[in-house]
Each structure stands twice: as C-alpha cells, then as structure tokens.
C-alpha cells in the first residue's frame, strides 16, 4: 500500500513539500519548492539578470503580490507563443529562472511595473492548482562542477568573442564592457553575456535549458561566432552601397559641368535639355507680355538653382502655372436661338421663364462680340435642374463646362490662392478650373453660392465680388498667380437654393432668375420622357419590359415623395425596379413584362410616407390652414388655438422663431382691437389662457406670413365659428388688421394643390406675382385678394346667419 505524507512548513516565504513512498523513503528522498509563476512574453530572464517587467494580466499581477507578500522569489517561464493571452500548462516551456521581486509600482492604468532579478535556473516537476494564478513545484538546478582547465578555456574564449562582438556592435556600450571584464565567475560570466545578446526568445530559452555548463558555453560561442560573421558581411555590404552611391553623385557632378560646357558654347539653344523645352515652350505660348516676362524671370531663377533644392519644385511648380492657363485660348462659340431653345427644351421639362430669360441672355450676345451683362444666378429648390441648366448652356452655345462646388468653402484662399511664401501653396479653384477646362471662355457654373460661410481664415464671398463683377474681372488677381488674369470671357452662372445666404453686394452683382418647383403634371411627364426609360436602362431593363400607368406615377408623386424637384422621384422609380429585377430573378421569369398600376406601386413600395390631400377632412373650430415656404418647396402649415381658463397668458409652441412669436402677438393685439366688432367682452383676454401651437414642432418654422393665419385661428376659438377645411392663407398681418404682401407665392400655390386645397387667400400686393404661378395651378385653385383681415374672416369662417362677426 503506498502512503502519501504531505509536510507543509513555511521558510522563507515559500512552502516545502516532501513525498515518501512506503518502504522507498530513505533511498528517493528529495525536496522540491512550491513557487508562484508568472509567465513571460518574448523574453527570457537569465540568472544574475536585473530586468524591468511592465505587467498588465491579472493572473501575473496577483503572482507578483503573493511573492512579495510572501517574500519569496517568483519563478519566471516564457510562453512558447508568445500571441496566447491566458497560457495554460503546455504553453510553457519547461525550464524558468526563479527571481526576487526588487520593487513594484503601480501605474495609474492599472498595470504594474516591477523590477527583477534573476536568482537560479529551475526546472518544472508539477503545477499545483490555484484559482488566482499559476504554481508550480520547481526543481532547482545547481550548476555542476566541472574541470577546473577547461571552465577557463571556455571564460578566455568567451571574454575574446565577446569583445570582438561589441566592436562590431555600437549597442553595446562602454560601460557594459567594464562591468563584464570585472566578473570573474564564469556562471555569472555566461548568463551576463546571453542577456546582451540580440537573440530570439526560442534561441536563449535553448541556451537557459543546456546543460552542464560547458554545453551552454559551446551554444553562446557559436552565436557569438555567427553575429561577428554577419556583422562583417553587412559591413562589406554597406562599403559597396556607399561606393555605388559616390559614382551617382559623381557621375551627376560630370553631368553638371558637361551642360555648363554645352551652354559656354551655345549648344543649348536647340532645346535637347528639358530645361531648353520648358524655355521653348514660355516662348511659344500665346500670353500677355507681362505673364511672359514673368515666366521668363522665374525661368532664369530656375537655370540658376542646383536641381535638388526644395525651392526649384516651388518656381517649377509656378511656371507650369503659368503655361497651363489658357490665356488666349477659346471656343468657337456661335449662338443659334432656334438651335438654343431646341436644346433647352430637350433637356429640361417646364421652366418656360428660366428659359426665356437666357434666350434673352443669348440673343443679345449674339449681337454683341463682348457683353458685360450681370452674372446670372439661378435661386431654386433643390432637384428642379438648376445645374444641368448650366450644362445645357454650355451645349447651347458650343462652349466647354466648368462646375466649382461652393457648399462649405469658408476659406478666401479657396478662391483666390495662396500665396507662394507658403509651403504647398497652390492657385485657387477658379484658377485651377480655368486649367482644367483648358479654355478662356468657358460656360462657369459656381454652384451652391449660398452655402458658403466665413470664419478667421476670411470670408469667401467676399472674394466672390471680384469675379463676377464685369468690370473687375478683366484683371482677376489670384494670390498665387501674382499676375492679372482676364476672366471678363467667362460666362458665369450661380445656383443658390435660397437668397438668404447670399450677401446682399453679391447678389446686387447678379440677376437673380427664380425657379419655382414642378407641378404634378410636370413631375408625370419629366417621369415619363426621362426618369423611368434611364432607370430602365441603368436597372438593365429593355424599355418596354416595365410599363407604369399614369396613376402609378401619380400615386408615387402624391404619397412616396413630398418635394418640389424630381431627385427623390427618380430614386423611388430606381427602387422600384430593383424590386421587380429581384421579383423577376427570383422566379426564373427573365423576359416577363410588367405592367405597374396604381394599385400594386403599394405592393413594391410598401406603406406611403406620406398622407396626400393635407387639407383637414371637416371644418374645425381653431384649426386654419396656412401656407409656408421652405427651401425643398412649398407646405401646408396648420396652426390650433385653443381656449382655457386662466389669468390671460399668451403660450405660444411649435419651435417658432422670433418673427413668428411676434405675429402671434400681434395677431391678438388685433383681435382685442376688435372685440366689440366680434362680440366678446373688453376683458375676456383677462380671464381666458390663449394657447397657440404649430404642429411638428421638432421642424424649427419663422416668417410673418403666418399673420392672417394665426389671427383666423385665434377668431376661430374665440367666437366658437369654425374655418372651412377646404381654405388655405398667406399673408403678414399688421395692429390695424392690414395685410401685407409675402414672399414665395408661386411655391404656396403648388403646395396648396398638391394637399388638395381649393380655396386660396393671398394679399392684394401679390396680386402681381400670380403671373409668374403657371396657368394649370391657377385654374385648379380659387384665388382670392384681401386687404385686410375683416375680410378674411369673412371668407374663411363658416356662415352663420346669427353670428355677429358675418355682418361686419
């Protein structure tokens, strides 16, 4: 029977464990110690070495803490690889080096660094379970005595080796030299040696195994033999290189002085040399005489600067400037307004006044060899055409397109450069544009002209001025160029989806042509002449595989989008042949045809967006419908009072902006103003809490046209009469009850029979502008002038023969 006896003492921090087994007591007695283990990434520690550990695993911070609360040593084992995060038995080599914890710091990210010195080789018996680290019995291994003559033979030889290893090896340093020549135990001698070596990790742990001593000495000798070979071959090697890069440099200093030869004698005038090229080429260039002398000026610096000066590129970099500009260079344009218009209709659909105001441009330029009219800038929401335009202007008039996005630019050196002290200065965008288009007169299209904003850096619109005013743009003076530029050719063109952002000096520089959106009608037949036989294409459809019914292209109109262009149109017709290509895929149908009516756009498109007919479906009291203008269009606006009791506050809700909060105010300032006309009581503001609100009030709204609107809504809840559901108002309201003109028009009305309203009031000013709303939404609606807010009520509220406020 084997009997196990288990002895636990505590001695110097570590514990002592002792088997016996039965009768074999006396002959297999030995004592091995339980040590905490901590393993080691790519690093091996070697007896007498003294090393910084930065370590962040919990099991090895929890190892170094018992070790020094225990006051033992810590055995220190590298992984065999070293990408394993938690090591497990068979990820550990065998043999580790037992050390002593000198000092632990704890850093603020949580890790610790701790500072180790080597004590002993050990070698692994068995791993003892622990739930907070790793343990293992541990055999330590005592370094054999060994012949006295040959130790020293190895320690000469080593001591030699090493010495011509560091000569070689500038990492190695003074101080390390002198401390290794003062050791003289050839134990301590060995493992000092293999800490300095640059080795891999599997390299010194072979080396930290070997035994006896005399083995490991064979080991690091053939090393040390190895990297002394390798540092003499890289030294060779450089020698090489180095004497290869001296002939380059010479063969470069030969080259030097054959061109000066050539240029003594007067060779260099046939233009073998590219410097002889780039002077042929400032020769023949069609510039003014002040660009070339300047071009000539900066070539001459250039022939005079050694080739690999940084300042070479920058006079280079600004010659090829000024020879890429097109300075003479220009289009044959001719001008046919028959030819024009044609192409103006084929590409855009509608838009009859944009149209004819750039037939009207063109005509006089055709008359004209040089016309120095206003800039034209084309203000319009977004999707209605405003840059393809542009583009059907530059076809119109057999000119080339430029197009420079002015949408965030908030920097003036985007538009007039920078200078050229900077480093990587480069011209500005018109410039470069000018380059690229390779043309002196081209069709320039400065889109989104009122996106730009300003900061410290300036303010670009500003810059702007310059280049579109006809009688500055003659000597256009970007930064960089430093040289006059003649941009009075170009036909400039702005797009701007609002006025607002535009500076008022640079829109007094333009002639502002207003694009209002399309009509449903407009949309059905831009969609079918256009959208769908290009999404056809692009969807890999043959132009008769998908047919959509008029109500099909109306149901998308009226329910899937709400804008005043046609992009988010064109995207739903995209989508909805993606889904019939998928449908068609799926059942193997590939030549089936489809014919998509009203009713199955719900069965590829799912549930509408939107709601179509927004006028409300019965007449409320305190509900009016108003029409607002935004920069995707024309929208409804319906705006609620209600009554409660109260000490006569005025809550007004709905994210309204400070304009907006002021014409609720004077709306009730006129409704008190006329309280008797409207039967109520002088005091009833004073006993009443008015609650005016807009709805969706996450959508920040401003503007005074909303006047009349909140007025009728206010008279609406007060005297207990509702508004016709059918009616919809525009218009600012003043103390005395006037009504003033308002902005948009065109854009309300569209609105208004896009949300089946039928009914409309507008001021008597704006009786004017119904001349610029396209005839079809003129007829569908019945317009209705007023001056003054009695007469709104008069046609929104309900009749009621008995209520006071119909008979004044």
């Given at each position: 029977?084997?009997?196990?006896?288990?002895?636990?003492?505590?001695?110097?921090?570590?514990?002592?464990?002792?088997?016996?087994?039965?009768?074999?007591?006396?002959?297999?007695?030995?004592?091995?110690?339980?040590?905490?283990?901590?393993?080691?990434?790519?690093?091996?520690?070697?007896?007498?070495?003294?090393?910084?550990?930065?370590?962040?695993?919990?099991?090895?911070?929890?190892?170094?803490?018992?070790?020094?609360?225990?006051?033992?040593?810590?055995?220190?084992?590298?992984?065999?690889?070293?990408?394993?995060?938690?090591?497990?038995?068979?990820?550990?080599?065998?043999?580790?080096?037992?050390?002593?914890?000198?000092?632990?710091?704890?850093?603020?990210?949580?890790?610790?660094?701790?500072?180790?010195?080597?004590?002993?080789?050990?070698?692994?018996?068995?791993?003892?379970?622990?739930?907070?680290?790793?343990?293992?019995?541990?055999?330590?291994?005592?370094?054999?005595?060994?012949?006295?003559?040959?130790?020293?033979?190895?320690?000469?030889?080593?001591?030699?080796?090493?010495?011509?290893?560091?000569?070689?090896?500038?990492?190695?340093?003074?101080?390390?030299?002198?401390?290794?020549?003062?050791?003289?135990?050839?134990?301590?001698?060995?493992?000092?040696?293999?800490?300095?070596?640059?080795?891999?990790?599997?390299?010194?742990?072979?080396?930290?195994?070997?035994?006896?001593?005399?083995?490991?000495?064979?080991?690091?000798?053939?090393?040390?033999?190895?990297?002394?070979?390798?540092?003499?071959?890289?030294?060779?090697?450089?020698?090489?290189?180095?004497?290869?890069?001296?002939?380059?440099?010479?063969?470069?200093?030969?080259?030097?002085?054959?061109?000066?030869?050539?240029?003594?004698?007067?060779?260099?005038?046939?233009?073998?040399?590219?410097?002889?090229?780039?002077?042929?080429?400032?020769?023949?260039?069609?510039?003014?005489?002040?660009?070339?002398?300047?071009?000539?000026?900066?070539?001459?610096?250039?022939?005079?600067?050694?080739?690999?000066?940084?300042?070479?590129?920058?006079?280079?970099?600004?010659?090829?400037?000024?020879?890429?500009?097109?300075?003479?260079?220009?289009?044959?344009?001719?001008?046919?307004?028959?030819?024009?218009?044609?192409?103006?209709?084929?590409?855009?659909?509608?838009?009859?006044?944009?149209?004819?105001?750039?037939?009207?441009?063109?005509?006089?330029?055709?008359?004209?060899?040089?016309?120095?009219?206003?800039?034209?800038?084309?203000?319009?929401?977004?999707?209605?055409?405003?840059?393809?335009?542009?583009?059907?202007?530059?076809?119109?008039?057999?000119?080339?397109?430029?197009?420079?996005?002015?949408?965030?630019?908030?920097?003036?050196?985007?538009?007039?450069?920078?200078?050229?002290?900077?480093?990587?200065?480069?011209?500005?965008?018109?410039?470069?544009?000018?380059?690229?288009?390779?043309?002196?007169?081209?069709?320039?299209?400065?889109?989104?002209?009122?996106?730009?904003?300003?900061?410290?850096?300036?303010?670009?619109?500003?810059?702007?001025?310059?280049?579109?005013?006809?009688?500055?743009?003659?000597?256009?003076?970007?930064?960089?160029?430093?040289?006059?530029?003649?941009?009075?050719?170009?036909?400039?063109?702005?797009?701007?989806?609002?006025?607002?952002?535009?500076?008022?000096?640079?829109?007094?520089?333009?002639?502002?042509?207003?694009?209002?959106?399309?009509?449903?009608?407009?949309?059905?037949?831009?969609?079918?002449?256009?959208?769908?036989?290009?999404?056809?294409?692009?969807?890999?459809?043959?132009?008769?595989?998908?047919?959509?019914?008029?109500?099909?292209?109306?149901?998308?109109?009226?329910?899937?989008?709400?804008?005043?262009?046609?992009?988010?149109?064109?995207?739903?017709?995209?989508?909805?042949?993606?889904?019939?290509?998928?449908?068609?895929?799926?059942?193997?149908?590939?030549?089936?045809?489809?014919?998509?009516?009203?009713?199955?756009?719900?069965?590829?498109?799912?549930?509408?967006?939107?709601?179509?007919?927004?006028?409300?479906?019965?007449?409320?009291?305190?509900?009016?419908?108003?029409?607002?203008?935004?920069?995707?269009?024309?929208e409804l606006l319906q705006i609620e009072a209600t009554l409660m009791a109260g000490a006569g506050k005025l809550i007004i809700t709905g994210k309204l902006g400070d304009v907006m909060q002021e014409s609720a105010q004077a709306a009730l300032s006129y409704v008190r103003s006329r309280a008797k006309v409207l039967g109520l009581e002088d005091d009833f503001y004073q006993k009443l809490d008015i609650h005016i609100h807009v709805p969706e009030g996450a959508i920040p709204k401003d503007g005074p046209s909303a006047g009349i609107t909140m007025a009728t809504s206010l008279v609406s809840a007060l005297v207990k009469v509702p508004v016709k559901h059918q009616l919809a108002m525009t218009g600012e309201i003043t103390l005395r009850g006037r009504v003033l003109p308002i902005g948009g028009l065109t854009e309300k009305l569209l609105a208004a029979k896009r949300g089946n309203i039928t009914h409309v009031l507008i001021p008597k000013d704006n009786e004017r502008d119904l001349q610029d709303v396209p005839i079809k939404i003129r007829k569908s609606l019945t317009i209705d002038t007023v001056n003054h807010m009695d007469e709104v009520l008069r046609y929104a509220l309900v009749k009621d023969?008995?209520?006071?406020?119909?008979?004044?």
């Amino acid at each position: 029977m084997i009997l196990l006896e288990v002895f636990v003492t505590a001695a110097k921090g570590y514990r002592s464990w002792r088997y016996s087994f039965g009768s074999k007591l006396e002959k297999g007695d030995f004592v091995t110690k339980l040590y905490p283990l901590m393993p080691l990434r790519d690093l091996v520690i070697f007896p007498h070495m003294v090393a910084p550990l930065v370590v962040g695993r919990k099991k090895s911070i929890q190892a170094l803490e018992d070790a020094m609360e225990k006051k033992t040593d810590i055995l220190l084992v590298t992984q065999k690889k070293a990408a394993v995060d938690d090591p497990d038995v068979e990820d550990l080599y065998e043999f580790g080096t037992l050390a002593t914890v000198m000092q632990l710091l704890r850093l603020p990210d949580g890790t610790i660094k701790a500072l180790v010195e080597g004590k002993a080789r050990a070698k692994i018996i068995s791993y003892l379970p622990n739930d907070n680290f790793l343990q293992a019995e541990v055999e330590e291994r005592a370094e054999t005595q060994e012949q006295a003559t040959a130790l020293l033979a190895y320690e000469r030889e080593l001591r030699r080796f090493f010495d011509e290893f560091a000569a070689s090896n500038k990492k190695i340093g003074r101080e390390v030299l002198n401390s290794i020549k003062a050791i003289d135990n050839p134990f301590k001698l060995l493992n000092v040696i293999c800490a300095h070596l640059p080795l891999k990790s599997d390299e010194k742990q072979a080396i930290l195994e070997a035994e006896p001593l005399s083995k490991r000495m064979d080991k690091v000798l053939e090393i040390l033999n190895r990297e002394i070979e390798l540092s003499e071959l890289e030294k060779t090697i450089n020698a090489k290189v180095k004497m290869r890069m001296g002939k380059t440099q010479r063969d470069y200093y030969l080259g030097e002085k054959v061109r000066e030869i050539q240029t003594e004698i007067g060779q260099n005038a046939e233009g073998l040399d590219e410097m002889g090229e780039l002077e042929q080429t400032i020769q023949n260039k069609l510039m003014p005489l002040a660009a070339k002398e300047k071009a000539l000026k900066e070539f001459k610096k250039l022939r005079s600067m050694p080739p690999m000066s940084a300042e070479t590129t920058v006079v280079r970099n600004y010659i090829d400037c000024i020879v890429n500009l097109p300075w003479e260079k220009k289009s044959k344009s001719k001008i046919d307004i028959n030819k024009a218009e044609a192409i103006l209709d084929e590409d855009h659909f509608g838009l009859a006044k944009t149209k004819e105001r750039i037939l009207e441009y063109l005509a006089v330029q055709s008359q004209v060899k040089k016309i120095k009219g206003p800039i034209l800038c084309l203000v319009g929401p977004p999707g209605v055409g405003k840059t393809s335009i542009c583009q059907s202007i530059a076809r119109a008039m057999g000119r080339k397109f430029a197009r420079l996005s002015l949408g965030g630019v908030r920097d003036e050196a985007e538009i007039r450069g920078h200078r050229r002290t900077y480093i990587g200065a480069m011209p500005g965008k018109i410039i470069q544009s000018m380059q690229k288009v390779d043309v002196a007169n081209p069709v320039f299209c400065l889109d989104e002209v009122d996106k730009m904003s300003m900061d410290f850096r300036g303010d670009p619109s500003s810059a702007l001025l310059e280049v579109l005013d006809p009688e500055q743009n003659v000597a256009f003076n970007d930064h960089y160029l430093d040289i006059d530029y003649d941009l009075s050719e170009v036909f400039f063109i702005t797009t701007a989806n609002n006025l607002h952002g535009i500076p008022l000096p640079l829109q007094d520089r333009m002639e502002i042509i207003q694009i209002s959106g399309y009509t449903e009608e407009d949309k059905l037949k831009i969609a079918e002449g256009y959208l769908i036989p290009k999404q056809l294409q692009q969807n890999g459809f043959k132009p008769n595989d998908i047919q959509m019914t008029d109500g099909a292209i109306l149901e998308v109109i009226r329910r899937y989008t709400r804008e005043a262009g046609v992009r988010n149109l064109e995207r739903i017709i995209a989508s909805l042949c993606r889904k019939i290509a998928r449908e068609r895929l799926k059942k193997k149908q590939k030549d089936k045809k489809y014919r998509v009516s009203a009713q199955s756009v719900l069965t590829y498109l799912g549930t509408p967006k939107y709601r179509y007919g927004l006028a409300e479906e019965n007449d409320e009291i305190g509900l009016a419908t108003g029409l607002a203008w935004t920069e995707v269009g024309g929208e409804l606006l319906q705006i609620e009072a209600t009554l409660m009791a109260g000490a006569g506050k005025l809550i007004i809700t709905g994210k309204l902006g400070d304009v907006m909060q002021e014409s609720a105010q004077a709306a009730l300032s006129y409704v008190r103003s006329r309280a008797k006309v409207l039967g109520l009581e002088d005091d009833f503001y004073q006993k009443l809490d008015i609650h005016i609100h807009v709805p969706e009030g996450a959508i920040p709204k401003d503007g005074p046209s909303a006047g009349i609107t909140m007025a009728t809504s206010l008279v609406s809840a007060l005297v207990k009469v509702p508004v016709k559901h059918q009616l919809a108002m525009t218009g600012e309201i003043t103390l005395r009850g006037r009504v003033l003109p308002i902005g948009g028009l065109t854009e309300k009305l569209l609105a208004a029979k896009r949300g089946n309203i039928t009914h409309v009031l507008i001021p008597k000013d704006n009786e004017r502008d119904l001349q610029d709303v396209p005839i079809k939404i003129r007829k569908s609606l019945t317009i209705d002038t007023v001056n003054h807010m009695d007469e709104v009520l008069r046609y929104a509220l309900v009749k009621d023969p008995g209520n006071p406020v119909l008979d004044n």
